[in-house]
């Protein structure tokens, strides 16, 4: 639950106003800022600037934090240490932090001793808006911010001229920012980003980090908003909503997008079914890229893990356990869209597509494993092409999914359990039915894949395995439909082939060797 407590800042506005008038409360402005941030008691919050090694500033509140950004020279590093609790108001806008140079800003410190490297786990460095203000306020032109070893929490966009980002916006200028093993935790937006807001010109890159139960209130981006050049790499995206759609991450007309490494999962997007769209992502990014990454259990009335309208490559993932109210249990997609040694498995739409919904662009799957996904009331369970759906603005219609070396079984759904409509069969297929019209050379129907337990298998995503007697195992000679040329892992990363040749779907079957010791009779 967050912090409830007063704003202190609209409280000593409505004193100073009351004792001396305007003139008064214009001459005290900044004083104002520093009696809010400093608040009472011993110190808590500490600083010390490069690496001096010894503290520069100890405050009650966050005005040391401040005072060290102020103070360090371009480029130079802010070591944080302790609670640095507290807003102040510059040009309008109410922030813990206000940046204008290029700096590091590091915490995990003890304020005994300063020459101790960073520590976040043993030492806990927050820096907390109290829902008074944005936690990071950042402007150009062009600086370079490192954020690394912090808790964000707390921030509250909702002033005139700061509706977005909660924790981290550019309010004029761009900016390049690094953020590095962060909790960015609790902060609201009343529009768009309830975490963070990326401007056009701006470029982030979020590593080892966690975007935890942020919220955009009345718009996109629970977590995100970016229209800018946005890095995931070994982050964690969770439990953040959305008033509208993107409730993990909003990726929008012009921006660019590359997600590695990174998990997300439980996010929610609260809009209706004109604008719900995207529990984890809803991506407009030209282009979008996301690899090695885990999308589950988000949810949205359209699009429960994804909606696509950029063209978006998805490599080595797996999106499971998604769910929708409207089509598109996993994605939902308009645009291009290229699924490779990729599962998709047990999401569930209460329309069409429990699996993918494809609407509109094109769509292609390769070394792909489409399983044990549902459709409620209307569609298929595995893959819906809707060929006749709502024209793009140029005029046209999404084309026919194309579809080569992947599995699609186990799908349950009222109008066909795997596909619907017609498809496109690029070759070595299997389908558990005979529902997608597969007719290309070495493609199976009414086939088992006998699948094995899902797991990780040695990868970072989990993997259905295959059975040592699967009819999908070397089914794919050696240098045919890609085979040991364009499709060189699988979705682990293991090499492809390991036996005579491919296997159909995302897990290439390993054999295991036993040697037995040779006992020598007497």
């Known amino acids: 639950m967050k912090n409830t407590q007063p704003r202190f800042v609209s409280l000593i506005f409505t004193v100073l106003l009351g004792i001396g008038g305007l003139t008064v409360l214009l001459a005290g402005f900044q004083q ?56 102040f108001m510059y040009n309008g806008i109410s922030q813990t932090i206000y940046i204008s140079k290029s700096v590091t800003i590091q915490g995990g410190y003890s304020s005994a001793d300063w020459s101790l490297p960073s520590d976040p786990d043993g030492y806990t460095t927050t820096v907390d808006a109290l829902d008074g203000g944005r936690v990071v306020s950042i402007e150009g032109p062009a600086v370079v911010i490192t954020l690394s070893g912090l808790v964000l929490q707390n921030g509250r966009a909702d002033q005139i001229g700061a509706l977005n980002g909660g924790a981290i916006a550019t309010i004029s200028g761009n900016a390049f920012v690094n953020i590095n093993d962060t909790l960015l935790l609790s902060n609201t937006a009343q529009t768009t980003g309830g975490a963070l807001y990326l401007n056009a010109s701006d470029v982030y890159t ?28 070994d982050t964690i995206v969770e439990y953040n909503q959305a008033g509208h759609g993107g409730a993990g991450i909003f990726s929008n007309n012009g921006s660019q997008l590359y997600i590695q490494d990174s998990i997300l999962r ?15 992502l809803q991506n407009r990014s030209n282009p979008a890229v996301i690899d090695n990454t885990l999308i589950y259990s988000n ?22 356990e998604n769910y929708t109210r409207g089509s598109g249990g996993a994605i939902q997609n308009h645009n291009p869209l ?26 292609m799957l390769a070394h792909t494993t489409v399983v044990s996904n549902t459709a409620v009331s209307f569609g298929t ?22 579809l080569s070396n992947s599995i699609i079984a186990h799908n349950v759904g009222p109008n066909g359990n795997n596909c619907y409509e017609g498809y496109i069969d690029l070759g070595y297929n299997l389908e558990g039915t005979d529902e997608c019209g597969l007719n290309a050379a070495g493609s199976l129907t009414n086939t088992n894949p006998l699948l094995a337990t899902q797991a990780n298998y040695g990868g970072k995503t989990p993997v259905y395995g295959l059975l040592a007697d699967s009819p999908a195992i070397d089914h794919i000679p050696d240098g045919v439909n890609g085979c040991g040329t364009s499709y060189l892992t699988d979705q682990r990363g293991m090499t492809r082939p390991t036996g005579d040749g491919c296997d159909i779907g995302a897990f290439e079957f390993e054999e295991q060797i036993i040697y037995l010791p040779i006992v020598m009779k007497p």
């Not at 718009?219 to 995100?224: F, H, Q």
């Open 381 to 402: 369970g595995g893959i819906f092409y809707n060929s006749s759906g709502r024209p793009r603005l140029n005029g046209l219609g999404g084309t026919a999914p194309e």
């Open 338 to 363: 290229w699924l490779i040694n990729t599962t998709v498995s047990n999401n569930k739409a209460a329309e069409g597509g429990g699996g993918i919904f494809h609407s509109q662009g094109s769509l």
């Open 266 to 280: 439980m996010n929610i997007a609260n809009g209706d079914f004109l604008n719900g769209y995207g529990g984890a």
């Open 206 to 233: 979020l590593t080892q980090s966690t975007l935890r139960d942020n919220e955009a209130l009345n718009e996109n981006g629970g977590a995100i908003y970016s229209q800018g050049q946005l890095s995931l790499i």
């Open 32 to 87: 104002i800022s520093q009696v809010h941030a400093e608040g009472t008691g011993s110190p808590s919050c500490y600083t010390s600037l490069n690496n001096t090694n010894t503290t520069a500033y100890a405050t009650g509140g966050s005005s040391a934090i401040q005072q060290a950004v102020d103070d360090v020279n371009e480029g130079g590093l802010v070591k944080v240490a302790g609670n640095c609790a507290g807003v």
């Open 299 to 320: 949810t949205a009335h359209t699009g429960g893990g994804i909606i696509n309208y950029g063209p978006l490559t998805i490599t080595h993932s797996t999106l499971q």
